[in-house]
């Protein structure tokens, strides 16, 4: 009979030491990119901001879809509860930037809450469907309570005091925009290290099985409670954002189409890797500020043709093309895949 | 040995249709039993209603003379009430390393915390290294689980529930499925289990439950029609009557 305990050597050490290398790696093309945004299209840093502001959603809905394989087509509700927030607080007097994403950070989170405990009541289908009553609760909420959000008209007139007291946000958007970058970053790294903690690795156990997490003693519903609050938390910064930058909140920003548009970008840029989120929001929104300047008229049908193609091509998003081709790039170097 | 764990008039009917029929059974500490049956004889019905996958319709569930049929699955399987699947049931994304060092944590209370590294605490380190080795899962534990043999994701299976340090453990079906090049490694875990441990199989294979099993149970349409040493379990009639099919049929209720 065969020997099970077979004397072997010892596994080999841990591979943090990559991550950490390809994380790091990941951080400097962050920065890159958003340093060369910066110095290629100086005109269009308020269009780049909105662009880091939507990111923050498009993250925020991966750590729901990706991580835990909750779908929702309602993320803009917690996005908008940020933005709001913010505004409100804004034409009140709060006027200190920082102060005001952490008051989009906690309205956020507040409406994950909310939203998570109602949705985690169902599964699948039910689940998705529950998510766009919300936000078209949400979106009638905030129509209607015109007293305090504007109605249709929006929010308008609060203007954000200078940054650290120093940096005034300027015309340009230049301001806002490197504001916009540092929270983005700040973001994604405490996020890398949400998904890399023991609760990051119960939430992929969820998403596969969760019968199987129950069976090893784990309560399913807190857990991804928990994550609904992170992802408000961080949806509601996006949104915070939005309102610092543009110093304009409208319904646009508890939309069922920001919601949708918010899965589209994630599948886009492939679910579960925080980089396909920031990948997909890129591209979704420099596709659509190109096309739709060529072509006015049929833009939306030039993205769903690449919506089509990216999803027969590469069905991982265009994120996981990337780590599909990385093994066969390494073997033609020589190195082991 | 005192008595660790006990059912009572453990009793599950879907509409009128009963699949499991006053179900007493009791287990100490050390013990080694094999719940055999044919098809559709309620072995895993019964597991699901111990566990708490199912709620019975009457009955009870003792542990360590506790009653604990109130309670959900989650919370016996922390008493230290836990099974594996027939199916297997694991995470195709992740490592045998991973899966036990989250059910590691999981058992420490630590699963659930944001601030922290996965991996980094030795103590967790060296004892999920210790488990991987005794079920010789040592060469695969950074595979991801879709790309190890079937066998060894059974033996993985076993491995999660013994991170657990159960005190009763059900296998259901451990050999299932498994080429039978490979089953003499799931035989050489079975006889090292923890000698103190509680172990109830259902198995079909009765090579394998004659070799384990130091007690056997026969469940038939949902009752126990046999009880006692697998040496005697080949000559009783009434096995071999529900093995030819004459309790094969669930009969309805009255």
């Given at each position: 009979m065969q020997v099970i305990a077979k004397s072997r050597p010892v596994a080999s050490p841990p591979k943090a030491a990559g991550h950490l290398v390809r994380d790091g790696a990941g951080l400097v093309l962050i920065l890159a990119a958003g340093a060369a945004g910066y110095w290629l299209f100086p005109d269009n840093l308020a269009l780049l901001t909105r662009v880091i502001a939507i990111a923050l959603l498009v993250l925020s809905l991966d750590l729901l879809?990706?991580?835990?394989?909750v779908a929702s087509l309602g993320q803009a509700t917690l996005f908008g509860a940020g933005a709001y927030a913010a505004g409100m607080a804004c034409l009140r007097g709060v006027t200190e930037p920082m102060t005001l994403i952490a008051i989009g950070a906690v309205a956020g989170a507040c409406a994950g809450l909310v939203m998570g405990t109602i949705m985690l009541r169902a599964h699948g289908l039910a689940q998705l469907v529950l998510s766009i009553a919300i936000v078209q609760l949400a979106h009638e909420a905030a129509n209607k309570a015109s007293a305090y959000t504007?109605?249709?008209?929006?929010?308008?007139?609060f203007s954000p005091s200078p940054l650290f007291g120093t940096f005034e946000f300027d015309l340009w958007g230049r301001t806002a925009y490197l504001f916009g970058l540092g929270l983005l970053v700040l973001v994604f790294i405490a996020l890398k290290f949400v998904v890399a903690s023991p609760f990051g690795v119960l939430c992929r156990g969820i998403k596969e099985d969760p019968v199987r997490i129950r069976s090893m003693g784990a309560f399913v519903f807190p857990v991804l409670l928990k994550m609904f609050v992170i992802s408000g938390a961080v949806a509601g910064m996006g949104g915070a954002l939005a309102a610092i930058s543009t110093q304009v909140v409208g319904l646009d920003s508890v939309s069922f189409e920001l919601s949708a548009n918010s899965l589209v970008m994630l599948v886009l840029g492939g679910l579960g890797s925080l980089y396909g989120a920031l990948i997909g929001t890129v591209i979704f929104m420099g596709f659509e500020h190109v096309v739709s300047a060529i072509n006015p008229f049929h833009w939306m049908t030039m993205v769903g043709a690449l919506l089509i193609a990216v999803v027969l091509v590469a069905p991982g998003g265009l994120g996981g093309l990337v780590s599909r081709l990385r093994p066969r790039l390494r073997g033609r170097n020589g190195e082991q895949p | 040995m005192s008595e660790l764990f006990r059912v009572e008039g453990l009793s599950k009917s879907f509409g009128g249709l009963?699949?499991?029929?006053?179900i007493d059974l009791a287990m100490n500490a050390g013990d080694r039993l094999a719940l055999i049956g044919p098809n559709g004889a309620g072995k895993t019905t019964f597991v699901n209603l111990v566990t708490g996958q199912l709620r019975p319709s009457s009955g009870r569930v003792v542990l360590n003379g506790e009653?604990?049929?109130?309670?959900?699955a989650v919370r016996r399987v922390r008493k230290g009430l836990v099974r594996t699947f027939q199916v297997t049931r694991l995470f195709?994304?992740?490592?045998p390393e991973e899966h036990v060092t989250l059910t590691v944590l999981q058992r420490l209370g630590?699963?659930?915390?944001?601030?922290?590294?996965?991996?980094?605490d030795a103590e967790v380190s060296a004892e999920v290294e210790s488990l991987l080795r005794t079920l010789g899962l040592l060469d695969v534990?950074?595979?991801?689980?879709?790309?190890?043999?079937y066998g060894q994701q059974r033996l993985l299976e076993i491995a999660i529930a013994l991170a657990l340090k159960p005190k009763v453990l059900l296998l259901?079906?451990?050999?299932?499925?498994?080429?039978s090049t490979e089953t003499p490694r799931i035989e050489q875990a079975l006889e090292h289990l923890p000698p103190s441990l509680a172990v109830l199989m259902i198995e079909h294979d009765m090579d394998l439950v004659f070799r384990f099993a130091r007690r056997v149970v026969v469940l038939a349409a949902g009752e126990i029609i046999f009880e006692g040493l697998p040496s005697d379990v080949a000559a009783n009639e009434k096995v071999r009557e529900a093995y030819l099919g004459n309790y094969a049929h669930a009969r309805r209720v009255a």
């Open positions: 879809v990706g991580y835990c394989g504007g109605g249709s008209d929006g929010l308008a007139g | 009963a699949v499991s029929r006053e009653d604990v049929t109130g309670l959900g195709s994304d992740l490592t630590r699963a659930t915390r944001i601030i922290g590294r996965f991996r980094g534990a950074r595979r991801k689980v879709g790309e190890i043999a259901d079906e451990p050999a299932a499925g498994v080429p």
